[in-house]
């Protein structure tokens, strides 16, 4: 008797924009497409009070294979338009969010942290949207999912002094991680996981690619940030010009880090996975 073919690893996408103006031509096809790779997961995170609607939508249209998941947050690339009101706005849509129990649950809030790289943004008027948000995190016990560009040690910074000991801290996924091993451990000390995606797919991301291979497996959640941060495979096309990352990629991004860490693609479908369950706090699957 023939044995049944083995089932495809399940993957969790811990960052991806599906609610983004560049899927709203094939959205349906972006996630039918995710789900056939195994993607069985997207956390779908805001960036402002201008897209809560967009991600909470988004989120109830896709909630089988795969199932969206949302998370809501002020972007730090948003904050200079931002009224100081709409803090209050995220406190009352996650806790009503929170409350009924006909709305789908937010896993985190975000994306939300610290922009150096702007160079037109105010760097205290981000600081000051980024503790207050990390302190309405430590309150409803929510992760964070972290924008950390140019700015890592920034970030810790506001993260220690928010949250002080580590067992205050929710944890959450220091997103597009590009940081030094020394970084990289301190977050791991504050009880965070480390978002890979794309940028270890191209041979020049040297340093990002050592990181990959190095850090314990433990510490890693798979990530596309689509449509933005394109891995190495991507095309350009007469409507992306620049090219647009999908999160039915996920699995040929985790090749990449197979390879480098010279381990099957099992191995990395099962931990990842795990990792995204145990920071976000989703059933284990």
Known sequence: ???????????????????AAEFDADREQIAAAAGAAGVATMIVPAVGIHNFIAVEDCCAHFRSLPACLPAYGIHPMYVDDA??????????????????????????????????????????????????????????????????????????????????????LP???????????????????????????????????????ALAASLPLESIVLETDAPDIPPSFAQASPQFPRPRNEPAWLPRIAQTLAELREIPLDRIATQTRANACSVLNLPIF
């Open 83 to 168: 009224e100081e009101e709409y803090l209050d706005l995220l406190r009352q849509w996650l806790q009503e969010a929170l409350d009924d129990p006909r709305t789908l649950r937010p896993v985190a809030i975000g994306e939300i942290g610290l922009d150096h790289y702007l160079p037109d943004s105010d760097p205290a008027r981000q600081e000051f949207f980024f503790v207050e948000q990390l302190q309405l995190a430590r309150e409803l016990g929510l992760p964070v999912l972290l924008h950390t560009r140019r700015a890592v040690d920034a970030v810790l910074k506001q993260l220690r002094r928010v949250f002080g000991a580590r067992s205050s």
């Open 1 to 19: 008797m023939l044995s049944p073919a083995p089932s495809p690893p399940l993957w969790i996408d811990t960052h991806c924009h599906l609610d």
């Open 171 to 209: 944890g959450g996924v220091a997103h597009a991680f590009s940081g030094s091993p020394q970084q990289a451990e301190e977050f791991l000390k504050l009880g965070f996981k480390l978002g890979f995606g794309g940028g270890m797919t191209w041979p020049r991301a040297t340093r990002l690619r």
